[in-house]
């Protein structure tokens, strides 16, 4: 993948909210922790440099009218515990809070292109590529990137700002985090995205 123009470029911070970071939240993931250092870092240069920042955050509405299989893919949400629009939990986490202004896009499935206004979005911005931060790499990152593909947009992943989670055998094997997060990201690097570390993409900014 060639090249970014970092003033055609903008950072998507997905689902970093308070139900999958925090400790003891409904759907705690503690690798979503490790990584907001480097998330924090992203933010930084970008709003330094006038570089958009907007956010995807996965929340359903009360009631849970547009939870479809998703209901039965996670107990917690179909209980309404967790992912409630306008709860707490639901928001973005305090570390990683939108400044004034930054758009926090509602998304109801992993693709924060499907069915949201984040394309409008970024057309509007004059945006072609999007740099992607968040969890979970083989979820909604992975998801949202190959939303970005079948756009036109090319995506920049940031690799260490991304994090996973375990997986259970659910008949194909047990699989941690780590591993799952590289094998997330092979498969993106091969099919949609260009990989590079915090601080690679750091680097390359004017």
């Known amino acids: 993948m060639t090249e970014f123009d970092p003033d055609r470029t903008a950072v998507l911070v997905i689902d ?79 570390e990683l809070a939108p400044l004034p202004g930054e758009p926090v896009v509602k998304k109801h ?40 593909l079948e756009r036109g947009f090319r995506s920049v992943v940031l690799s260490d700002a991304c994090a996973s989670c375990d997986y259970p055998d659910l008949g194909a094997g047990a699989m941690p985090a780590a591993e799952m997060h590289l094998a997330a990201l092979r498969v993106m690097s091969l099919t949609s995205s260009r990989l590079l570390g915090t601080g690679e993409f750091l680097a390359r900014l004017p």
């Not at 570089?51 to 009631?63: K, L």
């Not at 209901?71 to 305090?94: C, N, S």
């Not at 949201?116 to 949202?144: A, F, K, N, Q, S």
């Open 109 to 148: 499935r992993y693709n924060a292109f499907y069915a949201t206004d984040l394309e409008i979005i970024l057309r509007g911005l004059g945006v072609e590529t999007v740099v992607l931060t968040g969890m979970t790499t083989e979820c909604c990152v992975l998801g949202t990137a190959r939303g970005a």
């Open 16 to 94: 970093m909210q308070n139900d999958f970071v925090e400790e003891d939240a409904p759907l705690e993931f503690p690798e979503g922790r490790r990584v907001i250092p480097a998330i924090q870092q992203v933010l930084a240069a970008a709003r330094g440099r006038g570089m958009p920042v907007v956010y995807a955050a996965h929340v359903h509405r009360p009631g849970g009218a547009d939870l479809g299989i998703h209901r039965e893919l996670y107990p917690p949400v179909a209980a309404g515990e967790a992912l409630v629009d306008g709860a707490r939990g639901a928001g973005i986490h305090p």
